[in-house]
Structure formats: C-alpha cells, structure tokens
C-alpha cells in the first residue's frame, strides 16, 4: 500500500478534519447532528478519497469524488453560517481552507493527468 501521510493535500484534509470537528462540538445539538453531521461525514469521505487516489493508478475518479465533497462542504458550510451556527470569521477559515484544498486537488488531478498519458 502507498504511503499518503507525506501529501501536502492529506495533511491540509486531516487538519482541517481536526478543526472542523472541534468546531462542531459547540454547534446546538440539533446542528451538531444534522446540518454539521453532514459536513463532518464529507470531509471524513473527502480523506477517504485523497488515500485512495494515492493508492490508485488512475486517479481521476477518486479525485474528482474529492472535488465533489469539496463543492458540497462548501455549500453546507455556507448553510452553517447562514443559519447562525457560524460566525463570520469561521465561515471565512473555512471557506479559505476549502479553496486551497481544492486548488492542490486541481494541480494533483493534472499532474496525475500528464503522468497517466506518458
């Protein structure tokens, strides 16, 4: 099995896992088990699928699944906040961290492009 602990991507996904669930602990309950439950479950999918595309040849699919967990935490993020779960400040952290994952995700899946045709 490749190694994945080294990805610059993997370690941004795990701390922000780390953030996100420590952030959710003071959510009301009604939030903190549904709304940011989601979230919660797409950014453990989202790790998911960075060890995947590690492990995989063809890294397109598990990547662009990444891509998608990326969209819909940043929707459900935007939920968060709308509905008072998050300030402002929070939101911007995790909006900010979204877009610099999903900006290695983007250079990765063209690299792995580049690669898989040579």
């Avoid at 896992?17 to 549904?34: E, I, M, W």
Wanted: net charge positive.
């Amino acid at each position: 099995m490749a190694r994945y602990e080294h990805l610059p991507v993997f370690k941004a996904v795990y701390d922000f896992n780390l953030y996100f669930h420590r952030l959710a602990q003071g959510f009301p309950k009604d939030v903190k088990y549904g709304l940011a439950g989601e979230v919660r479950a797409l950014l453990s999918n989202l790790l998911d699928q960075i060890v995947l595309a590690n492990n995989s040849r063809d890294k397109a699919v598990c990547l662009a699944q990444a891509e998608h967990c990326i969209e819909l935490a940043k929707i459900k993020s935007r939920m968060l906040q709308d509905l008072g779960a998050l300030s402002v400040k929070s939101y911007a952290h995790i909006a900010k961290t979204l877009v610099g994952i999903s900006q290695q995700i983007s250079a990765w899946e063209a690299w792995a492009k580049k690669n898989l045709s040579n």
